[in-house]
């Protein structure tokens, strides 16, 4: 795979797990229940772990990791505190968060299919990704 494919891919699964870092640090803010509060905690390390992995072998490759744009992290934020303010309760949040998660799948799939010339190494990270997407899915149900 060119290196330019594999930096891109990269780019994909730090963009995404920095995404759930980021989307989990706003919601702690906001959660009340210390049940999914503790889940929450749980999944941030998750997300950080993944994004650390995927930051360092972009810099291993010489690259510069993209971040999430200005635009998608002020809107994400907004849309959480909306859905927040209108609902904090863990169900909602556990709901919000499961839609979040599916998309990551999606997300973190169709680049997994899309690259399926890339190196073991970060092929084996983006499934790691999308398990835990998925597992984070059935951890959550117990909320709804």
Known sequence: MNSHNTND???????????????I???????????IYNELKYQLRSYEEIANEAYAEIMKRNSKPKDISMFDKMS???????NTFINNNSSHIADMLIKGNTMGVTGITKSLN???????????LADRFVKLEQDNIDRLKKFL
């Not at 891919?9 to 989307?23: C, D, K, P, S």
């Not at 919601?27 to 049940?35: A, F, G, H, P």
């Not at 994400?76 to 909306?82: C, D």
């Not at 899309?114 to 084996?124: G, L, Q, T, V």
Request: net charge negative; aromatic share 4%.
């Open 76 to 82: 994400a934020k907004m849309s959480i505190g909306i």
């Open 9 to 23: 891919f990269l780019a994909e699964i730090y963009r995404g797990a920095n995404m759930g870092v980021q989307t």
């Open 25 to 35: 640090n706003n919601l702690l803010m906001k959660v009340t229940d210390n049940t």
């Open 114 to 124: 899309s690259h399926s010339d890339a190196d073991k190494e970060i092929k084996d």
